[in-house]
């Protein structure tokens, strides 16, 4: 692999850092020696997810244990007030925000594996099952990245620079297989190339990161981890390669899979593998 890029100048926010691939993010970008300030829902002293166990003061020390900087926050990012709370208070400390990750994704809890909280399978044809589902998985995806691209969009185009990405799933090459969460990333990766129509005048730079099938520690406890391509720090090392390259905003608006990254920047996953393009059905 070659070296981390020197991001040691860099303030960087990563919502949605408690785990999964947000976690693998905050603790590339500490890799390369970023300032991390790293929100979610669950800590060690107060709520937490569906009673899991990681909570965001772990990714913050994971963070200092990489090289980096790592600060935790918490913070509802469904809650307009508590992102906009969010974002003062970090260009209050720290006086800039240099990046942006929208890692925040809740459209999967409750899944076991094999059905969600409502009794319906993965790709259960729509029409029977109900919509509800719809409304979680946009509200705890495409709306929090939106909420958290328009606080922190201000600060960036004042200063005529930033990157903010957007963590999602690359919709392009066919359906996913479930209605509510095709829908869902569809949304989010319009919401990349929107806000990146819109801010690539001012300098800012807006783009959507695709994982492949990501070792996270629900793929973990639900027995999928013999499924996934990856880990969660090859997603993050792609974020970080991003980050550092100054030419960026020729990727404004586009769906970047982090095994494109890979082969583009030189970098590899945590076990010096470097996984290709995550293509749907490719794991099974």
């Known amino acids: 692999m070659t070296a981390p890029p020197d991001l040691s100048r860099k303030i960087c926010l990563v919502a949605g850092a408690s785990r999964g691939v947000g976690r693998g993010i905050a603790r590339a970008l500490g890799e390369a020696g970023a300032t991390v300030v790293v929100t979610a829902r669950s800590s060690e002293t107060g709520q937490r997810t569906e009673g899991r166990g990681e909570f965001v003061e772990d990714t913050a ?4 244990a990489a090289g980096g900087h790592g600060h935790h926050y918490l913070c509802d990012h469904t809650s307009e007030r508590a992102v906009d709370t969010l974002v003062h208070w970090t260009l209050r400390r720290f006086g800039r925000i240099d990046v942006a990750v929208s890692s925040v994704w809740g459209g999967n809890e409750g899944y076991d594996g094999e059905r969600y909280a409502d009794g319906a399978e993965w790709g259960t044809p ?16 495409p709306y929090p990245a939106l909420l ?24 392009a090459p066919g359906y996913l297989g479930d209605i509510h969460y095709d829908l869902a990333k569809a949304a989010t990766n319009r919401l990349a190339f929107a806000c990146a129509q819109e801010l ?3 300098g800012v730079t807006a ?3 695709s994982p492949g099938f990501v070792r996270t520690e629900r ?12 880990s969660p720090l090859y997603a993050g090392r792609a974020l970080a390669a991003l980050a550092a390259d100054p030419a960026v905003a020729a990727q404004a608006g586009r769906i970047l899979h982090a ?14 593998t470097r996984p290709g393009r995550f293509r749907v059905g490719s794991s099974e």
């Open 259 to 272: 095994g494109d990254l890979a082969a583009t920047y030189g970098f590899t996953d945590a076990d010096g």
């Open 126 to 141: 729509f029409w029977r099952r109900s919509a509800e589902p719809f409304s979680q998985g946009f509200g705890s995806g």
């Open 148 to 171: 958290l691209a328009r606080a922190v969009a201000p600060a960036m185009v004042s200063a005529r620079q930033g990157l903010i990405a957007f963590v999602s799933f690359d919709t």
């Open 200 to 202: 690539g005048p001012y």
């Open 207 to 209: 783009l959507g990161l």
């Open 61 to 64: 020390r994971e963070v200092d």
């Open 219 to 230: 793929a973990i406890d639900i027995g999928h981890a013999d499924r996934a391509t990856e």
